[in-house]
């Protein structure tokens, strides 16, 4: 374990299923769009510009923590950032989201990939990871992260945000050798790639396996999760991992397969029907709909503690909401649910 | 029960559990764009136009039964043509999808929807399932079909498709009673609809719930099931109704307590796994994933398989895509889907 700082903050402890006073909480995107320190930065600098910039980066991942007093902080980047160096031509295009100008199709188009060292080029995010711990200053931990194999291949393979992932799809249908090259050249950067932000200071990280959601249960079986659980077999021994995913109800079962400390569950599940289905051997992370930000403040509290009954005080039970904060969610709302979580769990 | 032909058809003695032959086989939007004989008629017509034209109306619905030999037609028509009545000015813009330029937002918006009797103003489908069930001459049942309480809701208030139904749930959040009084009225309307389909001929109605997978499991109990239910409760006796939904896996248990003869599954639960969930006291319907028909024939085949397998000889399964064929689907793969079902599933 290469830091022992804060192993008994309730976010680490939590992670592994050890008793807590309260129930720790985080959201993803918590130091997104609807934080106008954010929004006023993002005037200034392009999203890309941002993530390369480790003075600014820390300082956008510290301010949620101070601002809404979450018990977790999560480094400012974005899982395509490793796809860059592939020289793939991404593009953080306004308004469209991102966009892959050389998409992957084909076994000429894998070969055509840029091999690189995930030690040299992603610097500027370990860089990141260690002015932020620095700015902490042990508060709270501290998360690292990384796409999932899946999702990571898909954008590729898509080029774009897709609707039916027709061509990622299609890819394994008629090429499965090019699927699984690409999937195992993808896992292995990944695993290197957390590594490398534990050694500059992660204490935990999470790995977005955000479009798993579009998979039968057969083909997440033989096309995703072998990738997913050598990523997760490979991460620095005795730090946590974090499974994100989402809209995957139907696949709960293959996901815990794949590995790691902590699953995340969306809203589209009880959390207590989605936790029986992983196990009680795991921890959970979950389960808000983001869109319940936008209710009035009395309403988030009984939902937030709908939440907490169905965790039932049994230890390993991080919330959080089932996917990124919104755009629009009003800040005050994220505070007031931050603050219901710690009252109605204080034990 | 209004009309007795063809009840022993193996679809409909499949909505009733019973031993078939062979196991049933129809496609949502096996109608669509994907086939060129409608791209020819969208040439000439718009969308709705094609709606209010019985006669192209009732020849779209027969081609695809002639063309790929499925075992049920179902009526050319859209979930939207009961909102245009209302006087929300729906409209079918290119491109984009269907868009309503007066969403209702509050309770002012819901008193100003036009009430109207569904026996008169969509006289235009009731003519086209009759044209459709004489050109079909008994050869297959012919399906009617409507949107359900909470996807109609939905497209209403956030005038258009969404991402998140922030609009929606935000209605739900801050004035129930509005929500309440549109989805009751909705219901009405929507029941109604359906048994003047029925009147008219149709031998079987879908639901389609085609957004409930955004909703937590409790949002689904409070502010949809009793809907749906009423719905499903009102349908003339004797016609069995397919109860259909996407992206549902954690809500089956509910969407099986609202009613339905046949519950849709989508490809992200194994058929097997998601029969058990709903209670193999009910048909099922599904669970190819619309994209692997873009699978080679050989694999296409594969699939077909695996998901009669997992039906297991049961009886009470009808072979379905876990939602409607994608546009660029290629139609002899289609046919060689539907072939697949006969053969393999002959008994």
Redesign the interface.
Known sequence: MPNRSLQNHPFLAACRREAVRYTPVWLMRQAGRYMEDYRALRAQYGFLELCKKPDLAAEITVTPVERLKVDAAIIFADILLILEPMGVGLEYSKGDGPVIHRPVRNGKDLDDLKDFDPNKELSFVYEAVKKTRAALDDRVPLIGFAGAPFTLASYLIEGAGSR???HA??LY??APEVWHCLLQRLSQLITKYLNCQIAAGAQAVQLFDSWA???????YEHFVLPYTRSVIAGITPGVPVISFST?????LKHIRAAGGDVIGLD????LD??WATVGHDVAVQGNL????L???PK?IRRRVA?VLDRAGNRPGHIFNLGHGV?P?TPVDHVIAMVEAVHELSAR
Chains 1, 2 share one sequence.
């Open positions: 039916n992932y027709t799809k299609k249908y008629t959601g579009c998979l039968t249960p057969g083909d809209g995957t109800a139907g696949l809203w589209r599940i009880n029907e989605g709909d983001p869109v319940a936008f209710a009035p309403e709908d919104l629009e």
